[in-house]
């Protein structure tokens, strides 16, 4: 079991920027860790990753130049830094974890997540 634990959401103006924490506990692992949202009446969406395997962090097209995704493997973190924050980044974010590694054209899938955390929520208004 992995027990995953979000923190960092809020209220916030567009332009302004956010640091989302994800901390995992529990079993070892050596996937990828990833960062979804999900917005009102919408599918949960891939944001950003860090694939463990090979050190590289992949992200989505709407995000790409304004989040950025760090890992502590020491601390067993994963953060994600949010610039230029706009109204349609408004969503719950949530952190997830794969046991083994994943090829690069899954990352972006929900279901090949083992393990998810509570979510946290960003909201973006003026």
């Known amino acids: 079991q992995v027990e995953l634990a979000e923190s960092g959401g809020g209220l916030v103006q567009p332009g302004d920027s956010l640091r989302l924490s994800c901390a995992a506990s529990g079993r070892t692992f050596s996937g990828p860790m990833a960062w979804f949202r999900q917005a009102p009446g919408k599918e949960r969406e891939f944001v950003a990753a860090?694939?463990?395997?090979?050190?590289?962090?992949y992200y989505s097209d709407s995000v790409k130049g304004r989040y950025t995704v760090s890992r502590d493997n020491t601390k067993n973190t994963m953060d994600l830094q949010m610039n230029s924050l706009k109204p349609e980044d408004t969503a719950i974010y949530y952190c997830a974890v794969r046991m083994g590694d994943l090829i690069q054209s899954a990352l972006r899938s929900p279901e090949q997540y083992d393990y998810w955390g509570q979510g946290t929520q960003v909201t973006v208004s003026s």
């Open positions: 860090f694939r463990r395997f090979t050190g590289r962090t």
